[in-house]
């Protein structure tokens, strides 16, 4: 029987594949590739890898200890590279997610709450980063998070730097 | 385009025909299969399909409750999902057949087509065939009537409220629940995020490996809400050789390749010209505009994320041009 070997992307190998335009524009298919959009992201920066009216998905470089902060909803945190410590606190006071916030809001300092728990994750875990709560992520060393969640303040959009936009791609 | 009929029909012809298969019809359609074919026959032409190929796409097209938007199963034949009604159409999405005045479209309630079509799966799939496995992963659909697969066309189909693994939700895949690691993902990693909750959050702090579990997913190009941000879901799925459908976008999509290699054919929704080839490799993330279709090919079994906005009204926001049909401007 073969011996199949799966593929997976590291920001430290990585190979992007492409549109080959036929008759359209490449910058419709929106095409990047995560790890590399990460290698050139500062740590923690929150960059749009896809953007679908008010829902994002952002590729985060994970490096060091990021800041504290809280979503208005239950975001998805997906590792894809690296190793992940994601801390997470039952937030005394809820009201520091103002009514209407999309996505999440940094907080200063550590917010006052209860410690809730630790979640260790590797490439390919999935943890949930709960509603009335507040996270913070920790690599000792760089690795990559994919966020599921609603393009909010602290979203950058900086398209025309990560996508194709020749009509084949470049090498 | 008919409006079709509400009335429930006679769910196929009582007696089968002379290689035992039973013949339907839905309004003025009618599906009869011989050793190797189906054939599609409406007022003003007919059809045939590999009887493999249209086995595949109509189990697709049932277990995904007709999808968002289009599901071709060819050049030809396919639905489109109106949420409570689908048409069933011939020709309508095929340049040629417009022009030449031989398409047919008619309007169904859910329901009433979901009936037909599970009906026509059920006698149509024989024992040796499973639809939503890779051909080399099970037998053959061809020749006569040779009993029924009932548990390959009924599978659960995985739909979590918040997030696999979470409490109350779906569960993970294991050994034990019938679910073991396919041939193609032997060397994927099985560990577990390790979990710590404290007293009183152990409902809160929930972590599962999205790939260990894709590792052991039983079918193929079948997407699976695995997490739920409001509107925007998390669908992944593991794809080997051919997407049995060819998908037309009522809204856009993105596809995040996690691991392998897919190659997507891209053409114009309404008339099936080439637009663009897109390859994707392990991190790369695309959308799929609003007004094209699109079939995959994957060499290898691969993990893609699907990624939906399940909003309502979006079919009508890009249908009437209020949405432009490309997600980001730049």
């Known amino acids: ?171 | 385009m008919s409006t079709g009929t509400d009335v429930l029909p006679e769910i196929g012809s009582i007696e089968p025909n002379r290689h035992g298969y039973r013949t339907f019809v839905l309004g003025s359609f009618s599906f009869s299969r011989d050793d190797y074919f189906a054939h599609v026959t409406w007022p003003k032409g007919r059809h045939l399909l590999p009887v493999d190929a249209f086995l595949r796409a109509l189990q697709r097209d049932i277990a995904w409750g007709f999808f968002y938007g289009t599901v071709n199963f060819d050049t030809v034949i396919g639905t489109v999902n109106h949420y409570g009604s689908v048409d069933l159409f011939a020709g309508r999405f095929n340049e040629h057949y417009r022009k030449a005045g031989r398409d047919h479209v008619e309007r169904f309630k859910t329901p009433m087509i979901q009936r037909v079509f599970e009906a026509i799966l059920d006698d149509w799939t024989n024992a040796t065939f499973d639809p939503f496995a890779s051909p080399e992963e099970t037998g053959t659909a061809f020749g006569p009537k040779n009993g029924s697969n009932k548990e390959a066309i009924t599978r659960h189909r995985v739909t979590a409220k918040r997030m696999v693994n979470a409490p109350g939700d779906e569960p993970l895949r294991t050994d034990e629940n019938g679910f073991p690691v396919n041939r193609h993902f032997r060397d994927v990693p099985q560990d577990r995020p390790q979990v710590i909750a404290e007293p009183g959050f152990e409902d809160d702090v929930v972590a599962f490996n999205l790939f260990a579990y894709l590792s052991r997913s039983d079918v193929t190009w079948n997407p699976s809400v695995v997490s739920v941000c409001k509107a925007s879901l998390y669908c992944p799925t593991t794809e080997e050789y051919i997407l049995p459908i060819i998908h037309g976008n009522d809204r856009v999509e993105w596809f995040v390749q996690l691991s392998d290699e897919i190659h997507w054919d891209v053409e114009d929704r309404e008339t099936g010209a080439m637009r663009a080839r897109v390859t994707m490799k392990p991190g790369d993330v695309a959308a799929m505009p609003a007004d094209i279709r699109h079939r995959g090919f994957a060499p290898k079994r691969s993990m893609l994320l699907v990624w939906e906005n399940a909003s309502p009204e979006l079919p009508q926001l890009y249908a009437s041009g209020k949405m432009p049909p490309a997600p980001v401007k730049f």
């Open chain 1, 1 to 171: 029987m073969a011996q199949h070997t799966t593929r997976f992307g590291s920001l430290q190998h990585y190979e992007k594949g492409g549109v080959e335009v036929i008759n359209d524009d490449a910058r419709n298919y929106v095409f990047s590739n995560m790890f590399e959009v990460a290698s050139k992201s500062k740590p923690y920066e929150k960059v749009a890898v896809g953007k679908n009216i008010e829902y994002v998905i952002e590729a985060i470089r994970a490096e060091g200890t990021s800041g504290w902060r809280a979503p208005a909803q239950d975001e998805f945190a997906l590792v894809m590279d690296g190793e992940v410590e994601i801390r997470l606190l039952k937030l005394d006071n809820p009201g520091l997610v103002p009514a209407g916030t999309r996505g999440s809001v940094g907080l200063a300092g550590t917010p006052a709450g209860r410690k809730m728990g630790v979640v260790r994750a590797r490439r390919g875990h999935m943890t949930l980063l709960p509603v009335g709560a507040a996270y913070q992520f920790h690599a000792a060393r760089p690795g990559v998070v994919l966020l599921q969640t609603l393009g909010g303040p602290d979203t950058i959009e900086r398209w025309a730097q990560i996508c194709q936009t020749t009509p084949q791609p470049t090498a």
